[in-house]
């Protein structure tokens, strides 16, 4: 198991065990993993060579060059960029034969390569992978960890699917069964309470309804947002 992330692993879950309004658990840890990476980037990592290269390489998504762009690192992150757009230079104008049969061709294929990498999500996805896979050996080994697994408040869609898949191939066909029960179960009373909470609030618009109070639909839609798509890349802590 990969011991390092057993701790922060730990903490999130219990977190969100005894704070319901702190969502999905492996959505904080996501949170926990970008900080990170991005703090690096913009701090120690950002004059390291190895780092540059790739950096220069995989380049960056829309959404982490915003969130660096908001962290306010502004000679690191521009000297960073200087770096990369240098280097895109080349890939742009990519000469030899091949431009000359094949006129844009080259350009094309590098450009359709920069797009789908970004150097912050691959760093982010390796490191996350490992979390999930160590949530689902605690849930397997250890009968505390199971217990704050039953206590969360709902995953996230894109973290549920994720903690299935994982725990579908970790946990084996004996195991398996008992999780699943246990998240799903989770799951579905959560996605059924925010359906209704999501529904009073429509109702809400009703001028039939003025006089009825709010109960837990005030703040559904974006509960509803954080549910399907995660509660993820934070704008930095002021
Ligand atoms: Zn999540
Ligand atoms: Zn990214």
Redesign the pocket.
């Known amino acids: 198991m990969e011991q390092i992330y057993t701790i922060p692993v730990n903490e999130k879950f219990e977190a969100s065990a005894e704070d319901h309004s702190l969502g999905c658990p492996f959505c904080a840890l996501y949170n926990m993993l970008e900080e990170d990476e991005l703090g690096l980037i913009l701090g120690a990592s950002m004059m390291e060579p190895d780092v540059r290269i790739k950096t220069n390489e995989l380049g960056?998504?829309k959404?982490?060059l915003d969130m660096m762009f908001e962290r306010k690192n502004r000679l690191p992150f521009a000297l960073m960029l200087e770096s990369h757009l240098t280097e895109l230079q080349s890939r742009i104008a990519a000469g030899g034969v091949s431009s000359l049969l094949n006129p844009g061709a080259e350009a094309i294929k590098n450009l359709s390569a920069l797009e789908e990498s970004?150097y912050?999500?691959g760093r982010i996805k390796r490191n996350f992978g490992m979390m999930v896979e160590t949530a689902a050996l605690l849930w397997e080994k250890d009968e505390e960890f199971r217990k704050k697994t039953a206590a969360q408040p709902y995953f996230c869609l894109p973290h549920y699917r994720l903690f299935l898949e994982t725990a579908k191939a970790r946990l084996g066909k004996k195991r398996f069964p008992d999780f699943y029960k246990v998240v799903s179960n989770i799951e579905i009373s959560y996605l059924r309470e925010l359906t209704d909470d999501v529904s009073w609030f429509c109702k809400k618009f009703d001028y039939r309804y003025n006089d009825e109070p709010w109960y837990n639909a005030k703040d559904s839609v974006p509960r509803a947002l954080s549910f399907l798509s995660g509660h993820i890349h934070l704008p930095p802590e002021k």
């Open positions: 960056f998504c959404t982490h970004c912050v999500c």
